[in-house]
């Protein structure tokens, strides 16, 4: 590709065999017509899917191709952190603008294996074609799950904490395009103890939160002055939108939000996961919907959009 020739999809595929590491579960990767996996005895297979296009998802610039591969695998390797599973393997499908250069498709896919040699998963399989459109990059990941079982959405039970990883809030600002998905942080948690039900942060805090409370069929209280701020939401902060709605409504945090019964909670909050604080911001109970208690103890009902702020 010296000479500035586009390379050929077997030139591409030659040269992600090369770069990539291979997870002992994947019998089989990139090479045949389909991959063979096997996962660990007991263990289930998990598998999801996302797909970013150009102009709706993102633009060059800001982001570079290297960071938009990296985005597209990292999104839902934070889909499968949310449910406590290993990675095995992704499957990326690309559908490249005619007329891009050979050193885009390259550095898009560098941008890939920057996300998953981390945990060492495979790169075992895909799809690369040429189009008129923009940029499309589908990624679907396999993963298994651990000893003590998936997490779901919908175990969450009255009288659980409600505990964060990281911070929120403001994301957009280039923390989207460079975080590392909580996969290793929910794999500790869980073996410390029992999470009764987890999602990853990407539409917001309120939103999410709410996608437990529907799938559980509970309640919660979520305590406004605990809730983590991001130094880029402070910065942001305006009136209209203060750091805390952003924290509650700006999404693409990609930290966990997660449940535990009182005693578990204190076990994982007395954990040190380098990097990641765990700060617990709320109760669940019985009922549904959610309230947020603000500075002065009041309560105020707290939808799926997030607080708006009163004026
Ligand atoms: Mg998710």
Redesign the pocket.
């Known amino acids: 590709m010296a000479d500035g020739k586009a390379p050929g999809e077997f030139d591409l595929i030659r040269l992600l065999r090369e770069r990539q590491v291979v997870h002992p579960a994947v019998r089989l990767g990139i090479g045949d017509d389909a991959a063979i996996l096997s996962p660990a005895a007991g263990r289930e297979l998990l598998i999801a899917a996302d797909m970013l296009m150009e102009g709706t998802h993102f633009t060059f610039p800001p982001l570079t191709p290297r960071e938009a591969g990296r985005k597209a695998l990292a999104v839902n390797l934070?889909?499968l952190a949310?449910m406590a599973a290993e990675p095995l393997a992704a499957f990326v499908t690309v559908a490249l603008p005619r007329g891009r250069s050979a050193s885009f498709a390259l550095e898009l896919h560098e941008g890939v294996l920057d996300a998953a040699r981390p945990f060492g998963m495979s790169l075992a399989g895909g799809d690369t074609n040429a189009w008129d459109g923009p940029l499309v990059i589908s990624v679907t990941v396999c993963g298994q799950s651990s000893a003590a079982g998936p997490v779901c959405r919908s175990g969450a039970l009255p009288e659980d904490r409600i505990l964060v990883t990281g911070s929120l809030g403001g994301s957009l600002s280039g923390h989207h395009a460079s975080f590392t998905p909580r996969v290793r942080e929910a794999l500790t948690m869980q073996q410390t103890a029992p999470i009764h039900a987890m999602?990853?942060i990407?539409d917001g805090l309120a939103a999410d939160l709410h996608h437990i409370l529907d799938e559980s069929q509970v309640a919660a209280v979520l305590e406004a002055a605990r809730i983590p701020l991001t130094p880029e939401a402070h910065r942001q902060a305006t009136a209209e939108k203060p750091a805390l709605v952003r924290a509650l409504s700006d999404g693409e945090d990609f930290e966990l939000l997660l449940t535990a019964a009182p005693d578990d909670a204190a076990r994982l909050l007395a954990l040190d996961l380098p990097g990641c604080p765990l700060t617990d911001i709320g109760s669940i109970h019985a009922g549904s919907g959610c309230q947020l208690r603000q500075a002065d103890g009041s309560l105020i009902p707290l939808e799926r959009s997030g607080w708006q702020h009163q004026l």
Do not use: R
């Open positions: 934070s889909d949310a999602i990853d990407s």
